[in-house]
């Protein structure tokens, strides 16, 4: 929802969403907070797609030249996997799309291929170190006999803006 509600306050109103076809937590997830966004933002057209994971890059742009073929208004895509928001970018640069002024990206993990993407992709840091350094913790707390903890809090994620997200109206 981070991802969204920014991508709103930068100024987009046509959101699509492009998530993963696999049954995995994460796309469900993704697809029910998009739902909710579009329901709470009165979007006339929720517009999503999927790609098949295995095809990485190459299945984020095939999908996101057809989202972009069949909605030409939309004005930012939200997509979760990074290899996604890399094809997205690529799709938009075929298509003849400007990013940032035309059409804005943004993905759910902030990795290299978000930091190295041109433009740089707007992203959130999960704060993996810190989770993986969370769990690892509690292992050795549980194997050391230390701890009846079964959960850990992780960090909230924070965002972590790039120009692929820069308002049209300052990228103009």
Not at 154 to 172: D, I, Q, Y
Request: proline content about 5%; glycine content about 6%; hydrophobic content about 45%.
């Amino acid at each position: 929802m981070l991802l969204l509600e920014h991508l709103r306050a930068q100024g987009a109103r046509h959101i699509a969403l492009l998530g993963g076809s696999q049954p995995r937590a994460p796309y469900t997830e993704a697809a029910s907070a998009y739902a909710a966004f579009a329901k709470a933002h009165r979007m006339q057209q929720p517009i999503a797609a999927v790609a098949d994971e295995a095809l990485g890059e190459e299945g984020g742009r095939v999908a996101a030249l057809e989202l972009l073929a069949r909605h030409p208004q939309i004005d930012a895509i939200c997509a979760p996997v990074d290899a996604f928001a890399v094809g997205a970018v690529a799709a938009a640069r075929e298509s003849g799309r400007r990013i940032p002024g035309e059409l804005m990206v943004a993905t759910r993990y902030d990795g290299r291929r978000a930091r190295e993407c041109q433009p740089p992709i707007t992203a959130l840091d999960l704060h993996l170190d810190v989770v993986a350094t969370q769990a690892i913790e509690l292992l050795l707390e549980h194997l050391r006999g230390e701890s009846t903890r079964q959960t850990l809090l992780a960090p909230a994620a924070s965002l972590v803006m790039r120009e692929s997200s820069a308002s049209g109206r300052r990228a103009r």
